[in-house]
């Protein structure tokens, strides 16, 4: 045997017996950590005609590209005194979907005015159908599904809100 064979053979030998040794771990499920609600604000509701209040709420607000496209993705739950204020740093009709999202929702579309201009009631979880604003908007408010009808809300209603 030549010496370059008795190489080769050692090194074999050594990468089936690094192998065999190899013990494979096994698979684990992937644990999450859940997502939590974190207060960034405060947001009124409050009836066209007057200052009568209909509702208060504590919300996250999501104005970064990221928070936007992510909204509340993922949640396994939201109180019904919670919601999400998107802030858009442009007037434009926007387009939602409920990809990844597990919660029912009702959309609110709000125009720069503070005022609301249009719903989107009912979104079903993980439904990537575009749910658009119809009308140009600067803010959208995701509440849970059925609070909108519950509420009385309506166009011409508005909001207000101030950050923590």
Not at 24 to 32: D, G, I, R, S, V
């Amino acid at each position: 045997m030549s010496f370059t064979t008795k190489i080769f053979n050692f090194l074999f030998l050594g990468m089936v017996l690094l192998q065999a040794s190899c013990k494979e771990e096994p698979k684990k499920a992937l644990e999450t950590t859940p997502i939590t609600f974190t207060k960034e604000g405060d947001l009124s509701i409050f009836k066209k005609d007057g200052d009568s209040l209909i509702t208060s709420l504590s919300i996250e607000i999501a104005e970064s590209e990221y928070e936007t496209a992510t909204g509340l993705m993922y949640r396994k739950s939201m109180k019904e005194e919670q919601g999400m204020l998107f802030i858009f740093p442009d007037v434009a009709m926007h387009s939602f979907y409920m990809k990844n999202t597990e919660i029912p929702l009702d959309l609110i579309f709000i125009d720069e005015n503070l005022k609301i201009v249009s719903f989107q009631k009912e979104a079903k979880p993980y439904d990537e159908t575009s749910l658009s604003s119809q009308v140009p908007i600067k803010y959208v408010l995701e509440i849970n599904a059925g609070l909108v009808d519950r509420w009385g809300l309506a166009v011409g209603d508005r909001i207000t809100y101030e950050r923590l």
